[in-house]
């Protein structure tokens, strides 16, 4: 079964850190573009980041440029994404995808909800 399990979220104060996984099975995620998301409430989901499947670049919204890292373990089939310098308006739940532009019809997982509060 083709599955993508994000983690790692939880409550953090601003400028805090955490870092989120995105574990695969069924497939291996290094012949994909692999794509971070959020949807804060009530909105639609954004691309944050995404990594490229051929040569490993990555790319980032303007908004978390300089503060968030993707990277990428083929070991353990999974990406990651290292959060730091945690503001309230990163609050959302984040997910992944096997995309960078994934399908409007796209069945998200579950997802991991990033808080960031004092």
């Known amino acids: 079964q083709v599955q993508l399990v994000e983690s790692g979220g939880g409550l953090v104060q601003p400028g805090g850190s955490l870092r989120l996984s995105c574990a695969a099975s069924?497939?291996?995620?290094?012949?994909?573009?692999i794509g971070w998301f959020r949807q804060a409430p009530g909105k639609e989901h954004k691309g944050v980041s995404c990594i490229n499947s051929s040569d490993g670049s990555t790319y980032y919204a303007d908004s978390v440029k300089g503060r968030f890292t993707m990277s990428r373990d083929s070991a353990k089939n999974t990406v990651y994404l290292q959060m730091s310098s945690l503001k309230p308006e990163d609050t959302a739940v984040y997910y992944c995808?096997?995309?960078?532009?994934?399908?409007?019809?796209?069945?998200w997982g579950k997802g991991t909800l990033v808080t960031v509060s004092s």
């Open positions: 995808a096997p995309d960078c532009v994934p399908p409007r019809d796209f069945r």
């Open positions: 069924g497939f291996t995620l290094d012949y994909y573009d």
